[in-house]
C-alpha cells in the first residue's frame, strides 16, 4: 500500500511516522517551499503527547519544549477562578507541552526524513488535482514554476488545512470558514520567567482575553523563557464578513495589540504591556472554524486534521486532535483489507468524536469558566466560593476534558 499525504503540518507529518512504524509506505507533500519553524505557541494535550511518545519522539519534545505543571483561569482582571495539575501532575500517564508551532512541525519533519528518507517529504508540491479511479488515487501536484508532478497511490489523505483543496473538491459550495467576530494577536517574546516557568494563565472571557504560557527555556538565559502570548478581542458577530485570506497572519504594531489590552486584561503575575512591547513580531489572525461535515471519507480518499474539524484555538485541541486522527487511521490501514473500508471506520469513529469538541468550544470549552464567573460578579469578587461552588466550577472544566478523550 502506499498512502499520498496531501500537506505537511503536524497531522499529516504525524500520520507519516505512523504508517511507517506499522509498514505502510507514505508520501507527504507540502505547498510549502520548506519546511520552516514558523508561528507562535501551542499546547499538545497529554493524550497526543502518548501517541508521540509511542513515536519515540519524547526526547525531542523535552529538549523544544515545556513540561506545562499548571493551568490558571483567571477573570479579566487578574481574579483566581480555578487552579489545574496538567499533565504528569495531574496524574495522567503523558506530560503535556508548551511548544512552538513551528518547533513542533520541525521536530516531527525531521523524523518523517531521517525515518523515511529524503525524498518522505516533498515541498513545493500544491494539490492542484486529483482522481479516485477506485483502484487507487491518481493526483497531480504543481510546483511554483508552474511544473506539474503525476502522483498514484492507494490512498489520499487531504491534511491540507483550513482551506483544503481535497475537503473543497467535494463540498463546494461550503463557502469561508465560520468567524466567531474574535480577533487574536499573537507572539512571543523572551522574557522573565513567571510563577515557576512552566505554567499556563488564561484571563478573561470570550470578549476579552489574555494567554499566557512559556515555550522554551535557554541555558543561555537562565530566570527566563520565552513567553507566548495572545490577546483575543471580539469585534464583530457571525454576521460580520470575514478577514480576507491575505490578513490571516499580517503583522500588527505593538500599539495595536495593547490597545486591545488596554483597560480589559490584566494579571499581577505579568507586565502584559511591557511584554507586548518586546515582541519583535505580532500577528493577527481571526478566530475561525468549520461546520462538521456529514463525512470525511469518499472512496479512497479522507480528511485529517484541519482539513477534517477546524476548531476555535479553546483548551488546546487542534493539534492534539489531529495525532488522534493519526493514530486511529494507521491503525486501521494497518489491519489490512480493503482501505477503501478502512478509511470508512475510521470517519465513523473521529468525525463525531471531533464534532463534539468543534460544538463545545463554539461554547467557550473549559474557558467558558471565565464567562460563567464574571456573569456573576462582574464586579469582583474576595473568594471565588462566594460567586459559585467547586461543583459548578469543576463542572464546566471537567466536563470538557471528558469530551478530550472521547476519540482515542
Known sequence: MKVLIAGGGIGGLTLALMLHQRGIAAQVFEQSSQVRELGVGINTLPHAIGELEQLGLLPALDAAAIRTRRLIYKTGQGLDIVAQPRGLWAGLDAPQFSIHRGRLQKLIHDAVLERLGEGGVQCDRRLASFEDTGEGVSAVFEARDGTRYEESGDILIGADGIHSTVRSHYYPDQGPPSWNGVLMWRGAAWWPQFLDGASMIVAGGF???????????????PGEALTNWVVCSKLGDADTPIPGRDDWSRKASAEEALEMAEGHLSVPEMDIRELIRATEEIFVYPMCDRDPLPRWTHGRVTLLGDAAHPMYPVGSNGASQAILDARDLADRLAEGGDPAAALEAYDAVR???????????????????????????????????????????RAIVGDYEVLQVAGR
Open 207 to 221: 470578549r476579552h482575553k489574555l494567554v499566557l504560557y512559556p515555550i522554551a527555556h535557554d541555558p543561555d538565559r
Open 351 to 393: 468525525r463525531p468524536a471531533t464534532a463534539a469538541i468543534v460544538a463545545a468550544n463554539r461554547k467557550g470549552g473549559p474557558e467558558g469558566v471565565i464567562d460563567f464567573v464574571e456573569e456573576r460578579a462582574p464586579e469582583g469578587y474576595e473568594d471565588v466560593y462566594d460567586v459559585a461552588t467547586e461543583a459548578e466550577l
